[in-house]
């Protein structure tokens, strides 16, 4: 059976189908590089199994494959967030790897424990757009509980408002964008920002499609908050994401290397 990383000659088949279907120039809004030897061991098995050093060239080549090449017109791209991370040097690295790639930008990694400085210095590069918290940064021990407030601190959001930047949230809670605390804390921070951009991770994490389809109203007036597709393999939560927000904020993100995975995400009971 081929596994995570291949390519089949079916898959080849699959994408010439779709080749048709998809536009000249597709941007990927959600795309992660990093380099195995900078994670915390042990790496996840997907990363262990694929190349050692997942650059924008890495990048374009698997992605380009599904898409088409030609069309590929740059990315967001970010690092790759794991509990124990070191921050500071997964940043460096990611401002390396965009030197590299022109048509790119970034999204840098932001937690709790980083210097507010450090974080404003990175943003001055003029193709570092936004920031990237994730729940496992958060001080607690079940990080999948933790609200949106515990991972992105509050002079992350001011940094946010002033220059613009976009703020790529993964939600968790178990009920994702269906939690009437993060829907709270959500339309709280975003009507406070109004300069900061939030793009919310994944249809909002929308892995269980009904948590998406009954959430996504509690936020559907902000304007400033905008939702990627990367690894949603089900129509119900972009479809409700489109019906209660309309097309322009609906962005396509590969979520790479996710996109390597041979598989797909479904409802399952009250999870995924």
């Known amino acids: 059976m081929p596994g995570n990383w291949d390519f089949t000659t079916l898959d080849e088949r ?12 597709v941007f990927d809004a959600h795309a992660h590089v990093c380099r195995v030897r900078d994670l915390p061991a ?19 080549a698997r992605v380009g494959r599904q898409v088409g090449r030609h069309r590929l017109a740059g990315g967001l791209l970010m690092s790759y967030p794991m509990p124990g991370a070191d921050v500071t040097a997964l940043n460096r690295r990611l401002l ?28 001055e590069h003029p193709r570092v757009v936004g920031l990237k918290p994730y729940h496992v940064f958060a001080r607690r021990r079940q990080t999948m509980n933790a609200t949106p407030g515990e991972f992105l601190p509050q002079w992350a959001w001011r ?26 804390e959500l339309r709280e921070m975003c ?16 892995f269980h499609a009904p948590n998406t389809a009954r959430g996504v109203a509690a936020v559907a007036a902000l304007e400033n908050v905008w939702f990627d597709t990367s690894g949603i393999c089900e ?3 972009l479809v409700a994401v489109l019906g209660a927000c309309g097309p322009r904020r609906l962005l396509w993100g590969s979520d790479f290397p996710v996109s390597e995975i041979r598989g797909r995400c479904v409802t399952v009971g009250d999870g995924f």
């Open 14 to 25: 699959i994408a010439a189908e779709l080749d048709g279907f998809l536009p000249a120039r």
């Open 42 to 60: 042990p790496a996840p098995p997907l990363l262990r199994d694929g190349p050692r050093n997942v650059t924008p060239r890495v990048w374009r």
């Open 96 to 123: 390396a790897d965009l030197e590299r790639a022109p048509d790119c930008r970034a999204a840098v990694l932001v937690a709790p424990d980083c210097r507010p400085e450090e974080i404003e210095a990175l943003v």
């Open 159 to 184: 940094l946010a408002d002033r220059r613009g930047l976009t703020i790529v949230m993964h939600l968790v809670r178990h009920g994702a964008l269906a939690d009437r605390g993060n829907q709270r």
């Open 191 to 206: 009507l406070r920002h109004a300069g900061a951009r939030v793009m919310l991770a994944h249809a909002a994490r929308g």
């Open 235 to 237: 129509a119900a939560p």
